[in-house]
């Protein structure tokens, strides 16, 4: 994989949009618009192949000044545009388009998002729970970045099944170097991977990979690249990620 980032319209939500509607015609994915933040639709595609149970899910751009994540997500889908109907996946590409466009963290409310899971009163959130309502997934990822990174990490909730972590480290770290700090945000790493284990009590908020390691997901992935690094190995290192998750998900599962 090679591409040309030079100059990339990354931070255009519409330019984000209107390729993919077109990729979910091509790949005759399901697509609807599940709700509106500002003036933006918030689109999800469904997979024909996708069942209530046995699915994978995939987001980005829950934070708006990470632009590799969102631009990997298409990339990758793009790439496997010929067989995408036949993997059982549900995507929602953007969630927050209005920090996308403006390269910030927040939404127009200066609300963080992904520490809104909790709440009932945020309409866009409120859609995308009602989406994943009925659906059980063997594995959901959560792509972002982080601009303290050092190099790409993840956290992985696992419900007693063996880690993938360390096989899509390998994977983005052809790409990106592996955060080699043994501390990640307060929390024991393993070069680069972070065994997250949850205990609401303690949590004054609900991230998105919270709730759905919680009511939705077999196996949680939050996987993180460093927004300093150079823009093109860093959605390439999203690519790789997503395509090696998918793979073993159904190899070990």
């Given at each position: 994989m090679?591409?040309?980032?030079?100059?990339h319209r990354v931070h255009d939500y519409r330019f984000l949009s209107k390729r993919w509607l077109q990729l979910a015609r091509k790949a005759r994915l399901h697509g609807l618009v599940y709700n509106t933040a500002d003036e933006f639709e918030l689109l999800?595609?469904?997979s024909p192949a996708l069942q209530s149970s046995g699915g994978i899910y995939l987001s980005a751009g829950i934070h708006g000044d990470e632009p590799a994540a969102t631009e990997g997500l298409y990339q990758w889908a793009e790439l496997h545009s010929s067989i995408l109907r036949e993997i059982p996946v549900m995507i929602f590409p953007c969630l927050n388009p209005w920090g996308l466009v403006h390269n910030r963290r927040t939404d127009s409310e200066n609300r963080d998002l992904n520490r809104c899971y909790h709440l009932d009163d945020i309409?866009?959130?409120?859609?995308?729970?009602e989406l994943m309502r009925d659906y059980r997934f063997r594995i959901a990822m959560c792509?972002?970045?982080d601009?303290?990174?050092?190099?790409?990490?993840l956290y992985e909730v696992r419900q007693k099944r063996s880690t993938l972590g360390r096989e899509l480290l390998a994977a983005a770290g052809y790409y990106?170097?592996?955060d080699a700090r043994r501390t990640i945000e307060g929390r024991r790493a393993e070069q680069g991977w972070i065994a997250r284990k949850i205990n609401?009590?303690?949590?004054p908020f609900i991230a998105e990979a919270i709730y759905l390691a919680f009511n939705h997901s077999e196996r949680t992935i939050t996987a993180e690249t460093p927004s300093e690094y150079e823009l093109g190995p860093r959605i390439q290192a999203h690519i790789a990620m997503i395509q090696r998750a998918i793979e073993l998900s159904f190899v070990i599962w």
């Open positions: 090679n591409f040309d980032f030079q100059g999800c595609f469904r309409p866009q959130i409120t859609a995308q729970k792509l972002h970045e601009y303290d990174a050092q190099g790409v990490y990106v170097p592996i609401l009590k303690k949590f």
